[in-house]
């Protein structure tokens, strides 16, 4: 018998298929026509044989079939009496102008086409089958009930609407049931069974039901349809039955079309007719219409305009396009979108209507503008470095004006640009003024200094060759290193020069470098020379100062805050203070210094980033 079951598997044919077949049936018994026995030759279907559900029986010898569809072969299979090669019987699905190609093996075997007109299946045979028409669409248990023996097997290819392929069943004889699941329109290869198998459908009941709207707002006698789905999809019966709890106020069909009454609230609930536990529910409230502005009062000057918004209520009412209309069109005029504009000094009420709904009004007053009377910088002056920016900004008065926007204005945009906003930008040394106007011609400046600055590096350098006298504040970027300027001078210099505050260095020094001063730079990449003028302050830092010029005359202690440092002042060629200032003073430094300090005096500090003045 092995043999013989090697011999059936070879002589199986395979096909190919291009084309869908489009037949329609009923399930349930077949019902058999008159047969028509078939010699060896070609047949066409829609004459010699008829069209629909065939079922192709040998009942002596063995023949070939073979199904051509526009010329290309639909299905072809070997068909035996004697069940022993093949099954003798198979079922195909013939459309009119299909080609039947027949041919005995031995001798003249009897072949019969008989026409059904519906398929079976709880004896379900070998060929080609379409769900939607010849198996319904579903879920199946596929059960290999009827093996013509042990060794029978089955093996099916389904394939969807469009011949792409799905899935695949192979069932050998004492196999368990599998499961399949078919599509309208999906097409079943079945091949090389003798036997017969039973096609059982699953009840699939529906598990949920999803619906296009939960809540629903609409007006007496609008009506709205709701739609539903129901999960899954290969449920048996998807009906949905739609109920409302209130007839009086909102009524429902059997399409999901919900209607209002009269005012008040219902809920509409659908339910799965295939599992009365599956409902979903949609709250429907019924109300006139009615429409709504944000503001009752609004304040638009001549010129100018103002937005009111109007919210139509039911949410989901019908034809919810708002009109709007001015009491006095001279005064202010209103578009389709609630724009006012203000024309004439006065009052007016906007009205905001919908039609068949009650409509709200805004009462809104057009003033006179306030003109601008003056407007004034937060700073007068400032000093910029290059690279970087200073905000100004501009304050018009008085308060209640109408038009408070100022234009920006560079004098030199070599120096100092300024944006729309009043950011200034330092582009280059040297002096610019920014001025604010207003619309109406009210200005104000500020005097911005972009001071000259330049970068020296480790070497040897000279005041008047390399970098132009002047009076110079130095800070480095970078690292730390020695700083010496002006030695022999009364403006020397000794420091080592940081870009972090510690112990050991300072970050800036302040002096004067004239023509000729030697430069000297160590163990430092990049140093800063920023041009500064002499300014009054309480707080100075290491370099040389001039009272009079950097700090005001008078009595004074002086303090550091942290490290320690030399301080020493002169007076003319008299030296009035030297000092070890130190914020932890110990037996030779000392934590505080109070004299009387005279315009021209001389102060010169090292080693220390700041020392506090306190005036006496």
Do not use: C
Request: no cysteine.
């Amino acid at each position: 018998m092995e043999e013989g079951s090697a011999v059936k598997k070879k002589v199986w044919l395979r096909m190919a298929f291009v084309f869908v077949l489009l037949l329609s049936f009923l399930v349930g018994n077949p019902v058999q026509a008159a047969g028509v026995s078939l010699s060896e030759g070609t047949y066409t279907v829609g004459k010699e044989i008829p069209a629909g559900l065939n079922k192709f029986t040998v009942s002596s010898g063995e023949v070939i079939i073979e199904i051509y569809r526009n010329q290309e072969l639909l299905f072809g299979e070997y068909l035996d009496s004697e069940k022993f090669y093949s099954a003798n019987q198979i079922n195909i699905n013939l459309k009119a102008g299909d080609e039947v190609d027949v041919y005995f093996e031995e001798g003249t075997p009897k072949l019969v086409a008989e026409k059904y007109a519906r398929a079976d299946l709880t004896s379900v045979t070998g060929g080609y089958y379409e769900a939607g028409t010849d198996i319904p669409a579903g879920t199946y248990s596929i059960n290999f009930d009827r093996p013509a023996d042990s060794t029978d097997s089955i093996y099916m290819e389904i394939y969807d609407s469009k011949y792409n392929f799905k899935s695949e069943v192979d069932i050998s004889a004492g196999d368990k049931p599998k499961e399949l699941k078919l599509a309208s329109g999906d097409k079943i290869y079945v091949y090389g069974l003798i036997g017969t198998m039973s096609f059982k459908q699953k009840i699939i009941t529906p598990s949920s039901i999803t619906i296009s709207k939960a809540s629903l707002q609409i007006t007496p006698n609008q009506t709205y349809k709701v739609s539903a789905s129901v999960s899954p999809s290969n449920a048996i019966d998807k009906t949905v039955v739609w109920k409302s709890s209130n007839a009086k106020v909102a009524t429902v069909d059997a399409s999901g079309n919900i209607k209002g009454i009269a005012n008040g609230s219902a809920t509409i609930t659908a339910t799965a007719k295939g599992n009365s536990k599956v409902t979903k529910t949609v709250s429907v409230k019924v109300a006139a219409k009615t429409v709504k502005l944000n503001k009752t009062s609004l304040s638009v000057i001549i010129g100018k305009t103002g937005t009111l918004t109007a919210t139509v209520a039911p949410a989901d009412s019908k034809d919810k396009t708002v009109s709007w209309k001015s009491s006095n069109t001279k005064i202010a005029t209103v578009d389709s979108k609630g724009k006012v504009t203000g024309k004439a000094k006065g009052t007016v009420t906007i009205t905001a209507s919908v039609k068949s709904g009650k409509s709200a009004t805004a009462k809104v007053t057009v003033t006179s503008p306030v003109a601008a009377k003056s407007v004034k910088m937060n700073k007068s002056s400032a000093t910029v470095a290059k690279g970087k920016t200073l905000t100004l900004s501009a304050t018009v008065s008085p308060s209640n004006t109408t038009d408070k926007t100022v234009k920006w204005k560079s004098s030199n945009t070599k120096v100092a640009k300024v944006d729309s906003k009043g950011k200034v930008t330092a582009v280059g040394a040297g002096t610019a003024k920014i001025t604010a106007t207003t619309t109406n011609g009210k200005a104000t400046t500020a005097n911005i200094t972009v001071p000259y600055s330049k970068t020296l590096s480790t070497g040897t350098w000279k005041g008047g060759t390399h970098l132009p006298a002047g009076r110079y504040k130095i800070t480095t970027s970078s690292g730390s290193g020695n700083l010496v300027i002006g030695m022999g001078t009364d403006r020397f210099v000794n420091e080592i020069l940081s870009n972090e505050n510690d112990n050991w260095s300072v970050t800036a020094v302040t002096t004067d470098i004239k023509s000729g001063d030697k430069i000297e730079i160590s163990g430092l990449n990049s140093v800063q020379f920023t041009k500064v003028s002499n300014v009054k302050s309480n707080t100075l830092h290491a370099g040389h100062w001039t009272v009079g010029k950097d700090i005001n005359a008078g009595r004074y202690k002086m303090t550091s805050p942290s490290g320690s440092g030399n301080l020493i002042i002169f007076r003319g060629s008299s030296l009035l203070v030297n000092e070890i200032l130190s914020n932890k003073p110990s037996q030779y430094e000392v934590g505080s210094v109070t004299t009387t300090l005279k315009n021209g005096d001389k102060i010169d500090i090292s080693g220390l980033n700041k020392v506090v003045f306190t005036k006496k």
